[in-house]
C-alpha cells in the first residue's frame, strides 16, 4: 500500500497541466453558490475558444458542469432533434470503485445535457469484453444512462457491424464499425483513463476499439498503429470526455483490487483527443512517446499532441 502511495504522489505532482489554475477555484466556487447546476445548462455561451478543458477537485457530475460551460455549453455540438451516440467504456464486468469502466455518475449527466440542448434521442452502447448483459448491469452504467433517459442497445453480434474504408491506414485499411455511427448525427466519446497491459494507457483514442467488431486483427498487427489508423475514419468524436475520476494505475485494464485505483477527481474535455491522450500521459505520470499510438496519430495529422502549445482553461473546484 505505500508503495502505491508514494507512486500517487509522484503522479500528482506532473500534473501540472491541471493545477496551474489561479482564481479558477473562485469562480467555480461562485457559480455553483449561486444557484447550483441547472443554472449552469441555461448559462450563456462562454466567449472564450479553449482547446482544452481540464478540471480537478470535484464530483464527475460537477467537473462536466464546469467543463463543458467553458466550451460553450453542449449546444455548440449538438443541434435540435439531433440523435446522438454517447460511447463509454463498458468494456468489464466491474463495480465503478474499480475504475475500469466510465464513471456512470458522469455518463448519467453527458446525456442530460444533450437532451436538454434539444437532442431527439441519445444512445449508449460498447461491445465489450466480458458477458455484455455483465457489463451493462455491474458498471452501473445501463440503469444511469436509462434513468438519464438514454436507449441503451446491445454490440454483442456481428450483425449490428457494417464494414468501412479506412484510406491511408498504415495497418487497418478496413475495419466493421457498428451501425449507430451511421444511424446517429453526433458521437460523443466518454472513455475512462486507466493503465492498460498492451499499450501502457488506454484513453480517447483506443476506446473506438469498443465500437468494431474485429478488434482481435488490431492486436495481431501492431496495435498501437491500428489506434492510430482507425482515428484516419471520418465518423470521429464531436467531443471526447475522459474521465479521470478513479484511475486505474496499475494491472490494466480490467483491474485485481481496489488498491490498483487512485481518485484523482479530474477530467479533461477536448474535441482534440489526440491532445486530451496525451494530457492523459501526465494524469499517469508515463512518457507521451511510449504511448506509442499518440505520436503515430500526431504524425497522422489527426491532432496535436504539443499541449504546451494549447489555449487550455484549468478549473481547480
Not at 491500428?226 to 484511475?247: G, H, Q, S, T
Not at 508515463?286 to 506509442?292: A, N, P, T
Request: hydrophobic residues 40%.
Amino acid at each position: 500500500m505505500q508503495i502505491l502511495l508514494n507512486k500517487t504522489v509522484r503522479i500528482m505532482k506532473r500534473r501540472d497541466f491541471l493545477r496551474k489554475s489561479a482564481g479558477a477555484g473562485l469562480a467555480a466556487g461562485a457559480a455553483l453558490s449561486l444557484g447550483g447546476y441547472s443554472k449552469l445548462w441555461a448559462a450563456a455561451p462562454s466567449a472564450a475558444k479553449y482547446d482544452m478543458v481540464a478540471v480537478m477537485g470535484g464530483s464527475p457530475e460537477a467537473m462536466f458542469d464546469l467543463g463543458i460551460q467553458e466550451l460553450g455549453g453542449m449546444g455548440t455540438f449538438i443541434k435540435k432533434g439531433q440523435k446522438v451516440l454517447v460511447k463509454p467504456n463498458i468494456g468489464w464486468d466491474r463495480p465503478p470503485e474499480m475504475g475500469a469502466n466510465t464513471n456512470p455518475a458522469l455518463v448519467s449527466r453527458v446525456i442530460e445535457h444533450c437532451l436538454r440542448a434539444g437532442a431527439k434521442e441519445v444512445y449508449v452502447f460498447d461491445h465489450t469484453c466480458d458477458n455484455w448483459v455483465n457489463c451493462y448491469r455491474n458498471s452501473g452504467i445501463e440503469k444511469a444512462a436509462k434513468d438519464a433517459g438514454a436507449k441503451v442497445v446491445p454490440g454483442n453480434s456481428e450483425n449490428y457491424y457494417q464494414e468501412i474504408e479506412i484510406p491511408g491506414g498504415v495497418k487497418l485499411k478496413k475495419a466493421k464499425v457498428h451501425e449507430l455511427l451511421f444511424d446517429t448525427d453526433v458521437f460523443i466519446n466518454i472513455p475512462v483513463l486507466k493503465d492498460h497491459n498492451s499499450t501502457r494507457m488506454t484513453a480517447c483514442m483506443k476506446n473506438m476499439m469498443g465500437v468494431v467488431w474485429d478488434r482481435g486483427f488490431w492486436h495481431r498487427n501492431d496495435l498501437n498503429q491500428c489506434i492510430a489508423d482507425y482515428a484516419l475514419f471520418e465518423k470521429k468524436p464531436a467531443l471526447n470526455i475522459l474521465d479521470c475520476y478513479n484511475v486505474m494505475v496499475k494491472h490494466g485494464p480490467m483491474g485485481v483490487s481496489k488498491e490498483d485505483v487512485v481518485q484523482m477527481k479530474s477530467q479533461i474535455i477536448s474535441t482534440d483527443w489526440v491532445a486530451c491522450d496525451a494530457a492523459a500521459t501526465k494524469m499517469l505520470g508515463v512518457d507521451l512517446e511510449k504511448i506509442e499510438y499518440i505520436p503515430y496519430a500526431h504524425k497522422l495529422g489527426l491532432g496535436n499532441m504539443n499541449i504546451d502549445s494549447l489555449n487550455i482553461r484549468r478549473i481547480k473546484m
